[in-house]
Each structure stands twice: as C-alpha cells, then as structure tokens.
C-alpha cells in the first residue's frame, strides 16, 4: 500500500473516531453537572426545621396575694370581702433565645373583675407591643418583647385580678392558641406547652387544686 492509499484511509476513519470522542465528552459533561447540582443545592426547608426548636414553655402560677396591712384595713372598714390576687406568667426558654412573647389568656368575667397585666422580670426594658383586655368575654391580648434574645427562666408576666363580690366556685386562667414565643433564628412559633391553673375562690381567698397542661397546636 502506497503513501497516497494510507492517506486516503486515515481520513475515511477520523470521523467515526471523532464522533465517539465528542459523544463521550457530552456524555461526561451531563454527568458532571448533574453530580454538581446535588452537591451544590441545599433544601432550604430542611434548615428551617433544624432551627426551629420547640422547646419553649409557658405557664400560669398558683393565685396568690400580696399582704398590706392598709390594704387589709380598708377592706375591712368598707365591708368588702374582695381581695386582689396576682398570677405569674412563668416562661422557660429551652435552648431558644426569646425575643418576643403573644400571651392570649381567657377567664372568667362573671367571677373576676378588674383584671390587668404587667410585664415580669424576663425581659429587661421590655416593648409592650399589644395590651387589651376584653372584660366582657374575659380574654386577655398581651404581646411584649425585646431588642436582643434571652435564653431562661422567669416571669414574663404579671396578672391581677379580684374577684368579685359573693364569687363562689372553681374557675381557671387558660392559654389560648394564639398565643405564641418568637425567638432568634425560628421563623415560627417556638412554643412546645403551655399550661393554666384552675383555683377555687371562697370569701377572698383563692386556692389552686391543680395546674391544666395544654400541648400547642
């Protein structure tokens, strides 16, 4: 075979040989991109629910009262049996930094009056974002916050109360579900439980046989 003939082969071949080349390049190409894409797209949802941590709770304490002697006095010189009572809105963080906290409180305006509510000890120079209090159907909206996170435990807030003449009974104070925790890093509500307190009032005095756990929605 001379020169010429050998010549003429080599380029009757190079373009099958070319066109397997640029199949397996293509080929290559898919695959590398594909590997890229799965390493290089996390799921954004995915690290949502890792920052939301549902491990905040809330909880109302057992009735109390503050003793003052004036106050006792003219109690007793105006011949009334009612008393004011205070109830603490106990808060425990987990490990969620709290910034802001919804309280909806339902009780009872046939047996409580003059129902009111203040801020704690948790937030230090607290924002009252929300405060109303609706004496007709009994529900308290509270809504309280602050500039930087707070990762603890302690009163949030305070409520008083007095009940009114002749009250007689049980009654309780209830979360309801619109309340909610909002903390750093959490889109949603970091709340996990929250639990009410149900007492009996008997001639100015109120005493608590039991605590009512309510998980949150």
Not at 52 to 75: F, H, K, M, R, W
Not at 129 to 139: K, N, S, T
Not at 193 to 211: D, I, K, N, Q, Y
Request: no cysteine.
């Amino acid at each position: 075979m001379n020169w010429q003939s050998l010549k003429q082969n080599l380029l009757l071949n190079k373009t099958p040989l070319l066109i397997v080349f640029l199949v397996i390049a293509t080929v290559s190409l898919v695959v590398l991109a594909l590997s890229a894409g799965k390493i290089t797209s996390p799921s954004p949802q995915k690290i949502s629910d890792e920052e939301t941590v549902l491990e905040t709770s809330l909880s109302l304490g057992d009735p109390y009262q503050i003793e003052e002697e004036a106050t006792a006095s003219n109690a007793a010189e105006a011949g009334s049996s009612s008393r004011e009572f205070f109830s603490d809105v106990n808060i425990t963080t987990g490990g969620n930094k709290v910034t802001a906290v919804q309280l909806e409180i339902k009780y009872n305006p046939d047996l409580l009056t003059n129902v009111d509510i203040f801020p704690g000890d948790f937030f230090q120079n607290p924002a009252v974002l929300l405060e109303r209090i609706d004496a007709e159907e009994g529900i308290i909206s509270y809504a309280l916050g602050s500039d930087g996170g707070v990762s603890a435990e302690g009163i949030v807030a305070i409520l008083s109360f007095e009940e009114k003449t002749f009250a007689r009974g049980e009654t309780s104070l209830d979360f309801l579900s619109k309340t909610a925790v909002s903390a750093e890093g959490a889109e949603e509500s970091v709340l996990r439980e929250m639990a009410g307190v149900e007492f009996t009032l008997s001639r100015g005095s109120a005493t608590s046989p039991s605590a009512k756990l309510t998980p949150t929605p």
